[in-house]
């Protein structure tokens, strides 16, 4: 079974820029959520969607949104580009998204100049 | 009252010895805490999970330990060994949020 999927696995960006990180779940999981991870924070929740729906959103700025598609595919975009959003942004999925397992891919490295 | 404090930051334990990361949290309404194990380069994954209605869990050389008077749980490595040597996150969420709490982490190296 493949695991959680993200594309694409390292990026640059200069400030001011926007990216858009995407995410495949494991087949037959229907919640993915967004996590942050910096050295010394260690891993920030972003948003969890569900059947295209979001169902929590954590206490980030309105430059971070992120969508869900019928085929359970995720994205998430960051608009006008901070030096401090350099970071590993992680993907999980799970089969509902209730108190389980998570399973996370291997992130996408953002670095932004 | 969100947070998950997590202690200590690294740690250094010779081969075969016992490993202990503890963390504390202050929401009484956290109902699963999960520790999840990381690798350099990759994503965090499951190690193990305890609910507070139980005091220990053990899977194999792992084990959590919970105190839900203190607000505390910990987890310990037994017999730790050089594969073991990763980072190491405490979580923990409330069902029904759908969101995550996570610790700083810790960065374990055992030695071989």
């Known amino acids: 079974k493949a695991g959680v999927t993200q594309t694409p696995r390292y990026l640059i960006k200069t400030r001011g820029q926007q990216v858009t990180l995407s995410c495949s779940p494991i087949s037959g999981h229907r919640s993915v959520s967004w996590y942050q991870q910096t050295p010394g924070q260690g891993l920030q929740f972003l948003f969890e969607y569900f059947s295209e729906t979001q169902r929590n959103k954590g206490n980030f700025p309105g430059r971070f949104s992120g969508r869900q598609f019928s085929n359970s595919r995720s994205e998430m975009n960051v608009s006008t580009l901070e030096l401090g959003d350099s970071a590993l942004y992680l993907c999980?999925?799970?089969?509902?998204?209730?108190?389980?397992?998570?399973?996370f891919g291997e992130g996408s490295r953002l670095t932004v100049l | 009252q969100q947070q998950v404090k997590q202690s200590p930051q690294s740690l250094i334990v010779q081969k075969g010895g016992i490993s202990i990361i503890n963390c504390a949290y202050e929401?009484?309404?956290?109902?699963?805490f999960p520790w999840y194990q990381q690798f350099p380069g990759k994503g965090p994954a499951l190690l193990i999970a305890i609910r507070p209605d139980v005091s220990e869990k053990k899977e194999g050389r792992f084990t959590i330990s919970f105190n839900k008077s203190a607000k505390q749980f910990s987890l310990h490595i037994m017999d730790s060994q050089p594969g073991d040597s990763a980072t190491y996150f405490c979580?923990?969420?409330?069902?029904?949020?759908?969101?995550?709490?996570f610790g700083t982490g810790t960065r374990l190296k055992v030695l071989a």
């Open positions: 979580a923990a969420t409330t069902s029904g949020t759908y969101k995550y709490i």
């Open positions: 929401n009484t309404a956290f109902d699963y």
């Open positions: 999980a999925s799970s089969f509902q998204g209730a108190s389980g397992e998570l399973f």
